[in-house]
């Protein structure tokens, strides 16, 4: 297992850095493709552990996915089989670290003839999964799980996801679902392109809304309104063409380094080509609310999706109020935004995050836990927590990863204030989402130890 030792910056993080590309569009490009009549081409392919578990999930149903270099990035070529193409695979499928992985194929599996078995690792075998079999068992789905330990009438991998009969279909659906969740609905969205009806989802607010686009990029009839989504096949030929897509910049790994670039003083960092899709983009006006600075310029679309280059200067930030529907466009920055308030004067409340306590770790407890090892003031709720900032030098600290790459990297952000160096222990799960974090601090002047 991999430590971190990140020593106090000693001057500003200055240069301009590439960040991986987006793993919520990687994972949907690599199932978009190989449900594709054709042979796809994905450009800039991140290949984080969690879009790898996607990747060999499908070749374990006969895709052919071949990997190549082309400019210093990789480039993936999908041989799509078709929607009805599938292969039963021989073992259970193995979804790792990735809750978007498993709760997106339960939509694609339980659609198909054959029956199947999802594991994952420890963490993804404790998160719940009834939000996903729920409304599919609505149209005819038959998916069971373990027991869940902790929540009473919820399961956990590792999934049973029953074969249809032949000549037997999902049916229609109409659904509201209580949380936003771009995982439920995109779900329930890839189920819908085998249904015999229409299905209709309703969320509270827009979750990101990346299945919606790459849908109707491919022709799939589907129409948004707000936080509503109908998509009806009647009428649609199911065949889905091949991609040839160049994924963003994925603004969840930018956002670690827009953060350290705020809080180490003369900080001046650039990234290009990030996604800025609306629906994700909370994290910039989490930043901007506080203070901080963020200049975005060259905006433009590359494969349907919104990107630009980010430019993150040092600020002196103050303490917000983080709760309500940017939460949602901001579900997977909060850690690091616990850090900006870390950083801010003032007391910052975080509400509306309960979604926090069911990712990789419960993020909230994490993060209570990490920011008091800093020495910050800090108060725990049960859909939040209150942050007392400060302009002096943190604690330097010794802290647990839990397993999650975002508490990991943003113990590492916080280390770079700390008044000695900080060890960040079991850091191995960074590779999850941003392989290069660590030679991407040094490249900006940070100095890291793995030990
Ligand atoms: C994701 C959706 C979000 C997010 C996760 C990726 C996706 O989860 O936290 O990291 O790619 O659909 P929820 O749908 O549970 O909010």
Not at 58 to 86: C, H, N, P, Q, Y
Not at 214 to 220: D, E, K, N, P
Not at 241 to 246: A, K, Q, R, S, T
Not at 284 to 299: N, P, T, Y
Request: charged fraction near 25%.
């Amino acid at each position: 297992m991999t430590d971190l030792i990140v020593y106090p910056a000693e001057k500003p993080l200055e240069g301009g850095v590439p960040v991986p590309t987006d793993k919520s569009i990687g994972h949907r490009a690599l199932l978009f493709s190989a449900l594709a009549n054709g042979t796809s081409r994905i450009q800039k392919f991140a290949g984080g552990g969690d879009n790898i578990s996607t990747a060999n999930a499908l070749r374990a149903m006969g895709v052919v996915i071949d990997e190549s270099e082309s400019k210093g990035s990789r480039e993936l070529t999908v041989k799509g089989v078709g929607i009805f193409g599938l292969k039963k695979p021989e073992a259970p499928l193995d979804c790792g670290n990735s809750g978007t992985t498993m709760r997106l194929f339960c939509g694609l599996l339980c659609a198909q003839e054959f029956s199947t078995t999802m594991i994952g690792d420890e963490s993804l075998s404790g998160r719940p999964m009834m939000r996903v079999i729920k409304p599919l068992a609505l149209r005819g789905a038959k998916i069971s799980g373990k027991a869940h330990p902790k929540k009473s009438g919820d399961v956990t991998a590792p999934l049973q996801i029953e074969g249809l009969g032949e000549e037997i279909y999902l049916s229609e659906l109409e659904y509201e679902s209580e949380i936003s969740s771009a995982q439920v609905k995109s779900a329930i969205l890839l189920s819908g392109l085998y249904a015999h009806g229409t299905t209709y989802f309703r969320e509270p607010t827009v979750s990101r809304d990346h299945t919606e686009r790459m849908m109707q990029a491919l022709g799939v009839p589907l129409r948004t309104m707000g936080p509503l989504v109908e998509l009806d096949p009647s009428g649609w030929r199911g065949v889905l063409d091949p991609l040839d897509i160049e994924v963003p910049g994925d603004l969840s790994a930018a956002a670690f380094l827009i953060t350290a670039a705020q809080i180490v003083s003369g900080s001046r960092v650039t990234m290009r080509g990030v996604g800025v899709n609306p629906t994700r983009t909370g994290i910039l006006e989490i930043v901007r609310d506080m203070g901080g600075s963020v200049v975005i310029d060259h905006q433009s679309e590359r494969s349907g999706e919104p990107v630009a280059d980010l430019h993150a200067l040092a600020s002196s930030l103050h303490s917000a109020r983080i709760g309500g529907e940017v939460v949602a466009r901001a579900i997977d920055e909060i850690p690091i935004a616990c850090a900006l308030a870390a950083r801010a004067s003032g007391t910052t409340e975080i509400t509306d995050a309960a979604e926090l306590r069911v990712k990789e770790t419960d993020r909230i407890a994490a993060m209570a836990s990490v920011l008091r090892s800093f020495g910050i003031t800090c108060e725990e709720k049960s859909d939040g927590m209150s942050i007392q900032g400060t302009h002096e030098k943190l604690k330097a600290a010794e802290v647990e990863s839990r397993g999650d790459h975002r508490i990991a990297m943003t113990s590492a952000v916080l280390a770079l204030v700390g008044d000695g160096p900080t060890k960040i222990k079991d850091a191995d799960c960074i590779s999850t989402s941003f392989p290069r974090f660590v030679a991407t601090l040094r490249a900006l002047g940070a100095r890291v130890d793995v030990v």
